[in-house]
């Protein structure tokens, strides 16, 4: 099959049959996991599409129309209106290009995401989201997708990611805040993880950058109980604090409403910037100083890289595929 011109030659049925030493039917057969075939002979040609980076027409299995792009968006949990806000975004583009999107949530759980993109392999033309284990075994479940990952860098030839920089935002935060007067800064950071985030990287970076020690952590479920429960167990060890940077808009609220319960006056005594630009952030009392990321531009982006790479055209650089986060002050700080 001679090349388009427009990108690179397409992977056919042919190409993992030679590949694999066994005739079409077979490379069909073993594709459409059936009976007929031995163990060994399915393993070779999955092997070989594998390696070839086939992905078989949806179409020819009567799946879809085929003129109909499926996306699978993969999302953790979509209880964080963050994640909703990016969600309805994509969903938003690919419906503009007529396409037909299912949205997962995984639960922010390893094995939920595996057992997802074992499901929607085989129902979809790409993969866009939130995916948090290895990319080889991504790879392996994803079987010749075009992959777009979010908040995260990728290898694969045949992966792609959007990656979020909010160094500049945070640091601006924590300049205004010193420029306010304020020295004993605190952050409320992820308990999910076992190491610090990059989000903390970026705080510790900017404290240093003016002339500050690393401020006083907790950690936080990301929820607005967990929000309320760190700030409480910050300001236990360290009442001296006078102005808090959250891990995101989530915990941040629930700061908001910690303060208030312990007689703090806000901001006079606490200043809260929290991370995201949630939409929700504007409407809590006192409204939410944030360092905002753009989420309709986020999903916007990640489809359209999904559409270069679907069609073979050159994919944007990495330059091109991040969003950057800036700080929006409001009356928390």
Excluded at 45 to 54: E, K, M, P, T
Excluded at 63 to 78: E, F, K, M, N
Excluded at 182 to 196: V, Y
Aim: charged content about 25%.
């Amino acid at each position: 099959m001679a090349s388009s011109g427009t990108g690179p030659r397409k992977v056919t049925i042919d190409d993992v049959a030679r590949t694999a030493g066994v005739s079409r039917q077979t490379v069909s057969r073993a594709l459409n996991d059936k009976d007929e075939i031995g163990v060994a002979t399915k393993q070779r040609v999955l092997d070989a599409a594998l390696a070839l980076g086939y992905r078989p027409s949806r179409f020819a299995r009567g799946l879809v129309r085929q003129d109909t792009i499926s996306v699978g968006l993969v999302i953790p949990d979509l209880l964080n209106p963050f994640f909703t806000e990016v969600a309805a975004a994509a969903l938003d583009a690919a419906r503009a290009r007529g396409w037909h999107v299912v949205v997962y949530d995984t639960g922010d759980r390893i094995e939920e995401e595996r057992g997802t993109l074992e499901v929607i392999a085989s129902q979809v033309d790409a993969v866009v989201g939130y995916l948090s284990q290895p990319e080889d075994e991504i790879a392996q479940l994803t079987r010749g997708l075009p992959v777009v990952l979010i908040d995260r860098e990728h290898r694969a030839e045949r992966f792609s990611s959007i990656k979020i920089d909010g160094e500049e935002g945070v640091h601006a935060a924590i300049s205004y805040l010193v420029e306010s007067g304020h020295r004993r800064i605190g952050m409320l950071d992820h308990a999910g993880r076992s190491e610090p985030s990059i989000r903390h990287d970026w705080f510790t970076g900017a404290m240093s950058a003016c002339g500050l020690d690393a401020g006083s952590v907790s950690r936080a479920e990301q929820s607005v109980e967990g929000g309320e429960n760190a700030l409480k167990e910050l300001l236990a060890g360290h009442p001296d604090v006078t102005a808090v940077f959250t891990f995101n808009d989530i915990i941040a609220i629930g700061a908001l409403r910690a303060a208030r319960r312990l007689g703090r006056q806000l901001p006079q005594d606490l200043a809260v910037i929290g991370f995201d630009g949630l939409r929700l952030g504007a409407l809590v009392e006192p409204p939410l100083s944030t360092v905002a990321l753009d989420t309709r531009g986020l999903g916007a982006l990640a489809v359209e890289q999904a559409a270069l790479l679907l069609t073979g055209s050159r994919p944007l650089s990495r330059d091109e595929l991040v969003v950057r986060a800036e700080l929006r002050l409001r009356e928390s700080a």
